[in-house]
């Protein structure tokens, strides 16, 4: 199975931050790569796809990127509406597997 | 509009199973994988498997398997996953997810499975 190692696992970032999220694969995965954000008591919500496209919706300050196997989501300017836990998702691959979540917390 | 609509939480005895149901629409069922995720409290998501409906095609991941059974009933818009021999290790909320391309577009609310004597 590929790993993703996602980090950190938490944070507190200010409005005027940026904030960045990195999911780490264990080989590569062809950007097979997507992102999604979670609030308390809900579903999953996308907000990449095939690691840097924007879902529809979503608003531009959230955006994706790739380096060689790492993957990041960032954040700029986030809104208080931002706070939530975030994973990484590969579909490159049988099983597809989450990144461990990241909490954000804005300050 | 797409939607996909679980059925509602379960509380069920240890050993019993359960079987729970997501309702599609606004969408045609058959062009897409219904994707189930598991999600333990406090904890993060776990892929059980997949579904393509147009040709009742399943996918599990290991761990799950023996443990989820997917089906898919196309006449209702309908995909179902029963979990057997239900153990408190299966209390979680469980999601079904289209799978457009590599990614799961839409989710359903999650299904609240509490395993308890």
């Known amino acids: 199975d590929i790993q993703m190692t996602q980090s950190p696992a938490s944070l507190s970032a200010s409005l005027e931050e940026i904030v960045t999220i990195t999911c780490k694969a264990s080989?590569?995965?062809?950007?097979?790569l997507s992102w999604y954000q979670q609030k308390p008591g809900k579903s999953p919500q996308l907000l990449i796809y095939?690691?840097?496209s924007l879902a529809d919706g979503v608003p531009s300050r959230f955006s994706g990127s790739r380096s060689g196997t790492q993957y990041s989501l960032k954040i700029s300017r986030p809104q208080v509406d931002d706070s939530g836990i975030y994973y990484c998702?590969?579909?490159?691959?049988?099983?597809?597997?989450f990144g461990g979540g990241t909490k954000l917390e804005l300050k | 509009e797409v939607k996909l609509q679980q059925s509602g939480d379960e509380l069920v005895r240890p050993g019993a199973s359960v079987k729970m149901s997501c309702k599609a629409s606004?969408?045609?069922?058959?062009?897409?994988?219904m994707h189930w995720v598991k999600q333990s409290p406090g904890q993060g998501l776990e892929w059980i498997g997949t579904?393509?409906?147009?040709?009742?095609?399943?996918s599990y991941n290991q761990k799950f398997k023996g443990k989820a059974t997917l089906t898919a009933d196309k006449s209702s818009n309908t995909a179902y996953m029963e979990l057997s021999r239900l153990t408190s290790e299966d209390s979680a909320v469980y999601y079904c997810?289209?799978?457009?391309?590599?990614?799961?577009?839409?989710w359903g609310q999650g299904v609240m499975v509490t395993v308890s004597s």
């Open positions: 997810a289209r799978r457009y391309g590599g990614y799961l577009d839409y």
């Open positions: 606004g969408y045609t069922f058959t062009d897409y994988a």
């Open positions: 579904i393509i409906p147009l040709i009742d095609t399943t």
């Open positions: 080989q590569g995965i062809d950007d097979y």
């Open positions: 095939d690691a840097t």
């Open positions: 998702l590969q579909s490159y691959s049988t099983p597809p597997t």
